[in-house]
């Protein structure tokens, strides 16, 4: 990477130019997420009997 390429400012259009990428999420942010996703359908009351 040239100097010019590091001073550049970032894409405004182009969000995926300043998304930093990672090979997997860690074990803490999928049990976060499990978490999160369990606490989201726990709001939903169970369907009507019809």
Do not use: V
Request: no cysteine; glycine share 4%; proline share 10%.
């Amino acid at each position: 990477m040239t100097h010019e390429q590091a001073t550049r400012p970032l894409a405004p259009d182009n969000p995926w130019s300043r998304a930093q990428t990672t090979s997997s999420p860690s074990a803490e942010l999928l049990d976060r997420a499990l978490i999160g996703w369990e606490r989201f359908l726990a709001t939903f009351e169970g369907a009507p009997d019809e």
